[in-house]
């Protein structure tokens, strides 16, 4: 492995579940599980043994409602695993995803527009959908969706989160959520921008992992355009205005030019995230033979360092630690 390689560059995703001594596996996302918080714990124990010190939290499997209120309900999940966490590791660097997607019954990122009467209701913990929705246009209601993701947010910081990180991409999301943590006196908790979010393909396990695939629709409209530079570097600019303290450019390996060129022209420092769909790649061509993971592992994270990013969330964070322990 490459010594270069250095594992405080790296923040390593984790899926939290509620209950008690549970450590599921999840279709199609080989080597990652969704944890209690009790097993979350122990897990986070060995890779803090192998060196790892930033984790990125997932809330799965709450109540879904039209307003996403189990994410920032008093002692929501998260936030327990932000608490516990911090109990026993001080000194890890927290990070928590701030959206709606895992908490709404539709799976989209933010508050929809007429979701009372026409968007499904929760039966037996099954989604069903109302007739004639998948037609129905999807329209966003940005104001109503700020609003609670800033009070997602708050919860987190409450807990002990040392980064919460917007990935709704609301406009404003960031603004929001800097004026609703500086007004309740967390001003040392810090913005991790999803600034420059792709309505990618790449994103399939972890939707599995999540619950969080859209019912009807897609996220076009509130996602970028992978064909437009010019939108991304707009993101990562506003982001920053409105006060984000690092940057994202999210997926990483088709858009290395977007990082290379954020990484340029702005002063900030900025997370690659090498996603769930890049992840299995490695993983399924391992296992028919078609290359040496560990090889293949090196060559990505090395490229995504090449291109400009200071710090890259990955599955493979365990791993590289596994590796780099017996070079
Ligand atoms: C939630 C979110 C997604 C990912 C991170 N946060 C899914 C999506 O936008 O559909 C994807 C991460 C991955 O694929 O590893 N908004």
Redesign the pocket.
């Known amino acids: 492995m490459d010594t270069n390689l250095k594992l405080n560059n790296l923040i390593y995703?984790y899926f939290v579940i509620a209950g008690k001594n549970k450590q599921q596996e999840i279709k199609s996302f080989p080597g990652i599980y969704r944890f209690s918080l009790d097993r979350l714990v122990k897990d986070i124990a060995q890779a803090r043994r192998l060196g790892i010190n930033k984790v990125l939290l997932?809330g799965v499997g709450e109540r879904k409602d039209a307003l996403a209120s189990a994410a920032f309900q008093k002692d929501n999940l998260v936030a327990a695993a932000v608490k516990a966490i911090k109990r026993e590791f001080p000194d890890l660097q927290v990070f928590t995803?701030v959206?709606l997607?895992a908490y709404t019954l539709h799976g989209h990122?933010g508050i929809l527009k007429g979701h009372r009467s026409s968007f499904g209701y929760a039966q037996d913990g099954q989604v069903t959908l109302c007739r004639g929705q998948a037609s129905h246009k999807l329209i966003i209601d940005n104001a109503q969706t700020i609003k609670i993701l800033a009070k997602i947010a708050l919860s987190h910081a409450e807990a002990g989160a040392d980064w919460v990180a917007p990935?709704?991409m609301a406009k404003k999301q960031v603004l929001a959520i800097r004026r609703a943590l500086d007004l309740a006196g967390y001003r040392k908790t810090k913005i991790l921008g999803?600034s420059a979010?792709f309505a990618s393909n790449?994103?399939g396990?972890?939707?599995n992992a999540?619950d969080?695939s859209p019912r009807f629709g897609d996220?076009r409209q509130y996602?970028l355009d992978y064909k437009d530079a010019l939108a991304a570097l707009k993101e990562i600019k506003d982001d920053i205005n409105e006060g984000a303290d690092m940057v994202m450019v999210k997926p990483a390996l088709s858009y290395l030019d977007l990082i290379r060129e954020a990484k340029h022209k702005f002063n900030k420092p900025l997370v690659a995230?090498n996603?769930?769909?890049e992840y299995a790649f490695v993983k399924y061509g391992a296992r028919q033979g078609l290359w040496d993971e560990k090889k293949m592992v090196e060559e990505i994270i090395s490229s995504i360092k090449r291109a400009g990013a200071d710090f890259i969330i990955t599955y493979h964070a365990k791993e590289i630690a596994k590796w780099l322990e017996r070079i």
């Open positions: 995703p997932f995803d959206c997607c990122c990935s709704a999803y979010k790449f994103y396990p972890f939707r999540a969080s996220r996602q995230y996603v769930s769909g």
